[in-house]
């Protein structure tokens, strides 16, 4: 049924292959080191330097949080067995978000399985028919397929163009308004512009009425545990936790757990609680993926140079990138696509990107380095690339190695 479709995403390099990890095996290090396990992958076999996680932190192999995790499995066992709604959540599912609420400044929050799940359950849930959502052209594939699941009028602004939002915005009647935007893209490492964004809702808000009032929604999976200090978009920009905005994030990423949160107001929670399919019908969260989630919040309040080790990191490879004449599609963040396009070079602006064969390539030449960064490809982005993601758990010589890789690549041509 799907071969002649298959055989098409072959012939183009575009067919994908699920690759899984082996648990990485110790060469002279101690088993304590965790930095190493975090910034490794072994694959067939061999080890390589992970560029390809979001576990920022490297947190996801903290020995800390896994000590946590198995007490709640032993108190707990290890299934939820039932929806929240039922019997499937505990003290500790109360507690994270009660965490998270003062972690986030926000009256409340509630969690989710996923991001995926979050963002497809809480805006058809947010958005009914009478609304208007307004949405960046380069948002997370989850809030694409969360629109497409409510009933509101989509319009897609172009991509960090806060003027653009304004100008729509402007022109829909609509009842509610809601802006979507990832904080940090997750294919580019962009920031989105959210005090210009802030600034266009807050106005009409305070111009008052239900008939002309705007949520903003914002998806801080990238940001959390990155930016702010590690808390994440809206202390980057000190905007403060309106009541009309929902902060939506994942434990999935710098954190290193699983899982999602969304921070809002006492009664956007209590909305969601009763409307966002996602939670009502689905199972909850095991407690010892909970108690995991409560650690890592708790050692990314507490440990801000880990934070602080991660913007070094991030620095460094960038500078290391750009010195080599690659394009990082406007990276400020440890996500750095990058393309063996060079622009002092190029006359063309058709062949500003590579195509998918050559960064399959790229990605290739970078593995018999002993770097895994793998190439992402269409569709899940228009121009294929190399994302590289930085972690804390990462050191010098790591970068250094990624590099100098990078720039044998460059003089081999
Ligand atoms: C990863 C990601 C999600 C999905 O989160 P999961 O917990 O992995 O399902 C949602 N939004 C953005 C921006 C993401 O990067």
């Known amino acids: ?44 076999g061999i080890k390589y330097l992970n560029f390809s996680s979001n576990d920022y932190l490297g947190l996801s192999v903290s020995r800390r949080i896994s000590d946590a995790s198995k007490k709640a499995m032993d108190a707990y066992g290890f299934g939820a067995g039932a929806s929240r709604l039922l019997s499937g959540g505990t003290a500790l599912h109360a507690e994270l978000e009660k965490k998270v609420a003062e972690f986030k400044e926000t009256e409340a929050s509630i969690i989710f399985n996923s991001g995926y799940s979050a963002n497809t359950s809480v805006i058809p849930a947010i958005a009914g028919d009478l609304d208007v959502i307004f949405s960046d ?49 997750s294919m580019d490492g962009d920031i989105a512009p959210l005090k210009d964004i802030y600034d266009i809702c807050g106005s009409i808000n305070s111009e008052g009425g239900r008939l002309n009032s705007v949520i903003l929604y914002i998806d801080d999976a990238h940001g959390t545990g990155v930016l702010g200090n590690g808390f994440g978009a809206l202390k980057h920009f000190n905007i403060k936790a309106e009541p009309w905005i929902v902060q939506m994030g994942t434990f999935s990423k710098a954190l290193g757990s699983y899982g999602a949160f969304v921070a809002a107001s006492r009664e956007i929670i209590d909305w969601l609680i009763n409307s966002s399919r996602g939670f009502v019908f689905s199972t909850a969260l095991p407690a010892c993926i909970i108690a995991a989630s409560i650690e890592a919040l708790e050692i990314v309040r507490n440990e801000p140079a880990l934070t602080e080790r991660l913007w ?74 190399i994302r590289l993601t930085v972690s804390s758990a990462h050191n010098k010589e790591d970068i250094e190695l990624l590099i100098n890789a990078l720039k044998a690549y460059r003089k081999a041509g």
Do not use: W
């Not at 002649?4 to 110790?26: A, S, Y």
């Not at 960090?160 to 935007?181: Q, Y």
């Open 137 to 185: 052209e380069l948002n997370h594939a989850s809030i694409i397929d969360g629109c497409r699941l409510s009933r509101a009028k989509k319009v897609v602004y172009r991509h960090r163009d806060a003027g653009h939002l304004r100008e729509l915005i402007k022109k829909e009647k609509g009842d509610k308004k809601i802006v979507i935007t990832d904080s940090v893209f």
């Open 312 to 385: 070094d990191n991030r620095q460094r490879l960038y500078n290391g990138i750009l010195d080599q004449g690659f394009e990082t599609f406007g990276s400020e963040t440890p996500i750095i696509p990058l393309s063996p396009f060079n622009k002092s070079l190029s006359t063309s602006p058709t062949d500003k990107y590579a195509d998918a064969e050559t960064m399959l390539k790229l990605s290739e030449y970078l593995l018999e380095n002993q770097i895994y960064a793998p190439a992402i490809r269409p569709p899940t982005v228009k121009e294929p690339r």
């Open 1 to 44: 049924m799907f071969e002649e479709e298959i055989q098409r995403l072959r012939q183009r390099g575009l067919f994908r292959l699920i690759k899984d990890r082996e648990p990485i095996e110790l060469s002279g290090q101690s088993a304590s080191d965790y930095s190493f396990f975090a910034s490794r992958i072994q694959l067939k």
